[in-house]
């Protein structure tokens, strides 16, 4: 059984009061009473489902009330009955406008009390039902949004880790590859961080310059195929073993293709084609100009800048002065002129690479 509707009963005349509570608590109603306008307003709260209000009172008439009540958004919803002698028509716009939903003509008749009373109810009780619905409503897309962003950060973290996962597998095959050239891993960076400045500057979207990084890790990674006797001979190779070396580019091109990766598609491309050079003399395809792809175009750069500059069994290391003398030597013919341009309009950029990537 619902708990019994709580009025509000405002009148100055304690005759009055007493006889609506007895009407009321006949109805069914629990009653609060207040002796005028001051009262109500302290005894005021949410709780309310109805005021019955006098407009004609000593301290605050009922229209005053009723403006004050309607002036905070806690109590906008509680039906004001106002029981009033006046009966003119200004006298009743100026109830509604100061908000009023209905009104009781003095001497009270119990009949016509009961149905207006209970008409507001039922209003405020469809009204209550929108609200406690809306709430609901709100709650509910408050946890869904909440889950939604719950699962979102797990699906974000889970492919964040399956990233790294991929990653750590580039980074630890082109690694592998490295060390069977007795190099390093920090050139395989320095590499890397070539091939991805070069990139930046030469135009291209971040995402691409940060697949670009992680795809050039894999150039030499066909070097894996190569029989140690020649790729870790300390001296000079024969024109034969020279043969065998340049088929890492084809090896490389086999190992990686066929992935449905971005990177490892790119580390494709670029580990065989970064041994192409401008003019068509280079390998294995014998590629010239803009047919080489930019990406092995890159790489050739940032490689043979590298390799110049780093020491290995079967080469001293020259000097970035030397180094730069070398390549501007190739321009046109070993190396694409606009990227080795723009490697050397910048070629302090990519000593700062150098130096914070250098041999341990």
Known sequence: MSPAKHILVVDDDPLNRELLEAVLGGMGYTCELASGGNEALIALKPAFDLILLDVNMADKDGFTVAREVRSSELYADIPII???????????LMAVE????DFVAKPIDRTELRVRIASQLRIKEGQDA??????????????????????????TEAER????AKLDTVRRLAVAAEYRDDNTAAHIQRVGHYCALLGKLFGL?????????????LHDVGKIGIPDAIILKPGKLTPEEHCIMQTHATIG?????GSPSEIISMGEVIAYTHHERWDGTGY??????EAIPLYGRICAVADVFDALTSARPYKKRFSNEQSIEIMLIGRATHFDPTILDCFMGHLDLFIEIQERYSEP
Do not use: F, W
């Open 82 to 92: 106002m029981v009033t002698a006046l009966s003119s028509k200004e006298d009743r």
């Open 98 to 101: 100061a908000g009023a939903n």
């Open 130 to 155: 929108i609200k406690q619905h809306k709430m609901l409503l709100e709650q509910k897309v408050h946890e869904r949004t909440y889950e939604l962003q719950v699962a979102l950060e797990q699906i």
């Open 284 to 289: 294995p395809s014998r590629l010239s100009g």
């Open 205 to 217: 979207s971040i995402p691409e310059t940060e697949t670009l990084y992680h795809a050039s890790l």
């Open 161 to 164: 880790r399956a990233q790294e």
């Open 253 to 257: 091109k086999n190992i990686l293709s």
